[in-house]
């Protein structure tokens, strides 16, 4: 998970610094939000001078996907105090949810279900605080020509294709992809919750045809 993150943040660094974000809010925004599509999509609105409800609103949007992993997440973690829930949900990305969720489904009887969440959720957010600050400050040293925004796909295929078990779980992952890509032009990212959507209707659809 981290080879793939560290790269990303440093990405969002630079992207942060070239969209005119002062370094103090480039790092806040990961402090603060600590979702790197949303982040990335935050520091451009910001440097093209956007509204603050513009971007609220489209950083929201985008990180809809989050109510999703919340809900699968919640049979596993729904006993826990308030307040652990309330950090777990600061610390949930798609990398943590991969790790937490395959974890949980391999192993019937987790004990300390939380604590496992807590240390992948915590080394990814440290990573992701450095990494921010390397793309800041020696980030644009980085030649333009070397591309390293390919190694967060790599760690999401990583992540996911362990996962893929039965009919249902590949034909959802299939379809989420395919609309995923096929929806990529639409504004504010809302191909990737329509991917969702439909990669979810999918894999109910033929779990229910098998039964």
Not at 32 to 46: E, P, R
Not at 73 to 92: D, H
Not at 150 to 179: H, W
Request: aromatic share 12%.
């Amino acid at each position: 998970m981290l080879i793939g993150a560290f790269p990303f943040g440093v990405i969002y660094g630079v992207v942060a610094i070239g969209a005119g974000v002062p370094i103090v809010l480039a790092q806040a925004i990961s402090l603060i939000i600590f979702a790197g599509s949303a982040q990335f999509i935050a520091a451009q609105l910001i440097g093209v001078g956007a509204s603050g409800t513009v971007i609220v609103m489209t950083t929201f949007i985008v990180n809809l996907r989050h109510a999703l992993y919340s809900a699968s997440l919640a049979p596993y973690l729904n006993e826990l105090p308030r307040c652990w829930r309330w950090l777990l949900s600061y610390l949930l990305t798609d990398e943590a949810y991969a790790a937490a969720i395959a974890h949980y489904r391999d192993n019937a009887v987790v004990a300390n279900k939380h604590w496992y969440f807590l240390g992948a959720g915590l080394g990814l957010w440290a990573c992701w605080q450095a990494s921010t600050a390397v793309g800041i400050f020696l980030g644009t040293e980085v030649p333009s020509e070397l591309s390293l925004d390919f190694t967060l796909s790599l760690t999401f295929i990583a992540l996911v294709v362990p996962g893929l078990k039965t009919r249902a779980d590949l034909v959802a992952a299939l379809v989420g992809g395919i609309v995923a890509v096929g929806a990529y032009g639409l504004p504010y990212k809302l191909g990737l919750i329509l991917a969702a959507f439909c990669g979810i209707a999918a894999g109910l659809f033929v779990s229910r045809l098998r039964r």
